[in-house]
């Protein structure tokens, strides 16, 4: 008998699943030239803005940088030269206009109000004491507007210890009243001004005598005295 059930040929393939479903791909279609412009305008901007901010901070940390570093020797020197001056020991003192009326001591007295003083203390109006021991430069001006038959016209800078101690001058200077020809009204006036340096301990008292304090003139300026600490 002939086996009519083997054939060469291959079987019929497999149906597919109703119950699944195939991708079907479809092609994106290309962006335009329209379309890609703005993107590469917002590309370079963001690149340019990292840039500016990436310098942008370079400077600021160079800066801090040079704003926390240390001082020079020189700089330091300087900066402590300006400390020392503005804590320096000093007096500028102004005349107090009622001293002939107050006083006949012969001692100038002082408007302490109007007077400058650092480190320097005083005493009794007339007397200035010293804080800090030290070389001062010590400098007086007195102006007088009357002269004395008896004795030339002078201003005497005293010194003394202490207040108990006894004073004896350190500085002297003096002026001489000259007429004025032909003009009887122009007031006839001379300065006795005087500056050294003295060394000055603790404690110690300085003061400006003159002859007559009715002699003095003690407008604004005319009459003064000061030190201050080198």
């Known amino acids: 008998m002939i086996n009519t059930y083997q054939t060469s040929l291959a079987p019929p393939p497999v149906p597919p699943r109703l119950n699944r479903s195939q991708p079907v791909f479809i092609p994106a279609p290309l962006p335009s030239p329209g379309h890609s412009k703005p993107l590469i305008q917002f590309l370079a901007g963001v690149v340019v803005l990292h ?3 990436s310098v942008g901070g370079f400077i600021y940390l160079f800066h801090i940088e040079k704003m926390e570093k240390p001082p020079t020797a020189e ?4 900066s402590s030269g300006k400390q020392e001056t503005f804590y320096r020991a000093l ?13 006949t001591s012969g001692y100038l007295q002082w408007d302490m109000n109007h007077s400058v003083r650092r480190n320097i203390n005083y005493y009794h109006e007339s007397w200035l004491t010293i804080l800090e021991s030290g ?13 004395d038959s008896a004795r030339p016209l002078a201003s005497r800078v005293k010194l003394r210890k202490d207040e108990k101690e006894e004073e004896k ?13 032909g003009n009887a009204s122009i007031p006839r006036m001379c300065t006795a001004t005087q500056g050294e340096v003295i060394s000055l301990e603790k404690g110690n008292q300085l003061s400006v005598w003159v002859q007559n304090l009715s002699l003095v003139d003690y407008d604004e300026g005319a009459t003064t005295f000061g030190m201050y600490k080198l």
């Open 75 to 78: 700089a330091a020197f300087i």
């Open 169 to 181: 001058v350190v500085m002297q200077a003096y002026c001489s009243l000259h007429s004025c020809p």
């Open 135 to 147: 070389d001062y430069y010590v400098y007086s001006s007195v102006t007088f507007s009357k002269g």
């Open 91 to 103: 007096a500028g003192m102004v005349v107090d206009r009622r001293t002939a009326k107050k006083s």
């Open 51 to 53: 840039l500016l901010l």
